[in-house]
């Protein structure tokens, strides 16, 4: 004699599939059409770029929302710059994993590409620098401190 399933139990699980598949199903058809960021993801990224949006958002979490406003809108002031810095380091890196793909392997330019690699994110460092100076400038002595944890 084998163990077979109640009528009630199959229709608790089969619901339980059909919920999770409907709502699976319209995450990924809402991410097709929108496009947007998940909820989970950064929303800083999706603004700033990715490298600065990191940044961003660390920085911001132990502030309240006044102080986080304050940040994030003074650094508004600076998002065309770093988006701008966000693709070119992308751009960068597609291009020297590109030459290190290719067939046929070229030192001298893959290590030009590096350089020029570390040339941008050392313009976005600067960049992110400077955008952080003048936002944590408007920030309480109090909103300092809890930058600092």
């Known amino acids: 004699m084998s163990w077979r399933p109640s009528r009630r139990l199959l229709a608790i699980v089969l619901f339980v599939s059909v919920v999770l598949n409907l709502f699976l199903g319209g995450m990924t058809l809402g991410r097709m059409l929108h496009g947007d960021t998940w909820p989970w993801e950064n929303p800083y990224v999706h603004e700033f770029g990715y490298f ?40 960068q890196r597609e291009k020297v994993e590109a030459l290190m793909r290719a067939p046929q392997f070229d030192p001298k330019a893959t290590e030009a590409a590096f350089a020029e690699m570390r040339q941008r994110g050392d313009d976005m460092q600067a ?17 300092r401190q809890r930058l600092a944890r």
């Open 127 to 143: 960049a992110l620098g400077k955008a952080i100076l003048d936002a944590v400038a408007k920030l309480s002595p109090e909103a």
């Open 52 to 91: 600065a949006g990191k940044a961003v958002q660390k920085l911001v979490r132990d502030l309240n929302s006044t102080d986080r406003e304050t940040v994030v809108d003074t650094l508004r002031a600076h998002r065309a710059e770093l988006a701008q810095l966000s693709v070119a380091i992308h751009d």
